[in-house]
């Protein structure tokens, strides 16, 4: 009904950058918030930055001044730019969108996308 499908992941070396994107399509009546998660290799997935539907971002310590989170609202889509990476930023970068549908108008569910795949390394 409702698919996220991010691009733009890769190999980077360290202090080098990456811009993520992802995409939300099918039967969409309204997006709220959208972010980014990451999950590194045998680590939980976290929070990495959200923005609203205004436009109000919040990140977590470890992306604040290095990362900027936006959204492109015409056509569905949210952006991760990511500078200065280092090894510690490898992980696979989730995103996620807060939506309701056509079927459901009043309710948002959170919905992911599959994931890319972000290796800093020299």
């Known amino acids: 009904q409702v698919q996220l499908v991010e691009s733009g992941g890769g190999l980077v070396q360290p202090g080098g950058s990456l811009r993520l994107s992802c995409a939300a399509s099918?039967?969409?009546?309204?997006?709220?918030?959208m972010g980014w998660y990451r999950q590194a290799p045998g680590k939980q997935r976290d929070l990495v930055a959200t923005?609203?539907?205004?436009?109000?971002?919040n990140y977590t310590d470890s992306a604040k001044g290095r990362f900027t989170i936006s959204r492109d609202n015409a056509k569905n889509t949210v952006y991760l730019k990511m500078n200065s990476l280092k090894p510690e930023d490898t992980a696979v970068y989730y995103c996620?969108?807060?939506?309701?549908?056509?079927?459901?108008?009043?309710?948002?569910?959170?919905?992911w996308g599959k994931g890319t795949l972000v290796t800093v390394s020299s």
């Open positions: 099918g039967s969409i009546f309204s997006i709220y918030a």
């Open positions: 923005v609203t539907s205004g436009g109000s971002t």
């Open positions: 996620m969108g807060n939506i309701a549908t056509m079927r459901s108008r009043f309710a948002g569910i959170n919905y």
